[in-house]
């Protein structure tokens, strides 16, 4: 697999140009953000429920019999902006939808992942995201990657979950509650404004 690495400038400025434009699914689609009353996690509700036909990169390959040497890598790789170095990689292959949200270091901690530290007190804020932004602008369920099958393939989206700051792809601010097509290399932010936000999401789906 090509090694990606990134210069010390903000990564979206290098792709932006090229992807001026994303597909917005139909308003009258529903965005499941109305049925999460009855979805919870750690016993708080979730925001996020996934469509009828959402599929796992993992179910769909295994569907189509595809081989396990052709299929794609589709991950997401957290960069905080002047640094070079990734802060981590999320792999996207084994779940319908992933929850992007805040993950904040913590003093005193129990638990250490990588750039990460993760306190278990139960006087820190419940943890809903699974893949975390250690950002204290980005919302707990700031938005979310999800996985569908249309037309028989299948086609990763973002969608805003009603942040507070809101959500930009490759530099465009996307409207709330919709789903957005993703793209190979697409950069995600967590705020209208790019200064706003110290870190950037890229999503990869290599074949």
């Known amino acids: ?35 999460a009353d009855s979805n919870n996690n750690k016993g708080e509700p979730l925001k996020h ?4 036909n959402a599929i796992s990169p993992e179910q769909y390959w295994d569907k189509i019999k595809l081989p396990i040497s052709k299929r794609p890598i589709i991950k997401a790789i957290l960069y905080k902006k002047g640094i070079k170095e990734p802060l981590k990689e999320f792999n996207l292959d084994l779940k319908n939808h992933y929850i992007i949200g805040r993950q904040l270091r913590t003093k005193n901690t129990s638990q250490k992942d ?56 490759n530099g465009i601010l996307i409207p709330r509650a919709r789903y957005i097509e993703l793209r190979n290399e697409d950069v995600i932010l967590f705020s209208e404004f790019d200064s706003d936000s110290d870190y950037e999401l890229l999503f990869m789906d290599v074949n």
Do not use: W
């Open 114 to 169: 990588d750039e990460f530290e993760i306190n278990n007190s139960e006087n820190e804020e419940v943890v809903l995201s699974d893949i975390g932004i250690p950002d204290p602008g980005c919302s707990k369920e700031h938005c979310v990657i999800q996985f569908r099958e249309k037309d028989n393939k299948l086609i990763p989206y973002i969608m805003d979950l009603n942040s507070s700051n809101g959500t930009t792809l």
């Open 1 to 35: 697999m090509k090694r990606y690495s990134r210069s010390q400038n903000s990564r979206y400025e290098q792709i932006k140009r090229s992807k001026a434009e994303f597909k917005i699914l139909p308003v009258f689609e529903s965005s499941g953000i109305l049925e």
């Open 49 to 52: 429920v996934a469509p009828t």
